[in-house]
Nanobody, 125 residues
Framework: HLVESGGGWVEAGDSLTLSCAAS????????TGWFRQAPGKEREFVAA????????HYADSVKGRFAISRDNAKTEMYLHIESLKPEDTAVYYC????????????????????WGKGTTVTVSS
């Protein structure tokens, strides 16, 4: 249903864009988001965006370096990351909140109920 791509091995300071391709039409009516899980750590929220693409929401730790966007015509979502740091090393997951068009701030996992299998980003120093 959700397939991430674009991960890889990069150097600190590089930029990278992750993509998430959705196969279901519910994507165009759903809020969606990105999460990540670093080695030995719990999964954490990174960014989310409402169905229209007009209202992004970011974790404080990534504001200014990460940009989430989506293309409903292509049923794709993106995460552009600039000035990558070693601490950005993680498996990045895309997710969809099928029950709502809007971001469920304050809800566990922002209400996301569909998940991709993840794409790994490794940042070398």
């Amino acid at each position: 249903h959700l397939v991430e791509s674009g991960g890889g091995w990069v150097e600190a300071g590089d930029s990278l864009t992750l993509s998430c391709a959705a196969s279901g039409q519910s994507f165009t009516r759903s809020a969606t988001g990105w999460f990540r899980q670093a080695p030995g750590k719990e999964r954490e929220f990174v960014a989310a965006i409402d169905w229209s693409g007009l209202s992004p929401h970011y974790a404080d730790s990534v504001k200014g370096r990460f940009a989430i966007s989506r293309d409903n015509a292509k049923t794709e979502m993106y995460l552009h990351i600039e000035s990558l740091k070693p601490e950005d090393t993680a498996v990045y997951y895309c997710a969809e909140e099928s029950a709502s068009c809007y971001i469920a701030v304050g809800v566990r996992d922002y209400g996301m109920d569909y998940w991709g299998k993840g794409t790994t980003v490794t940042v070398s120093s």
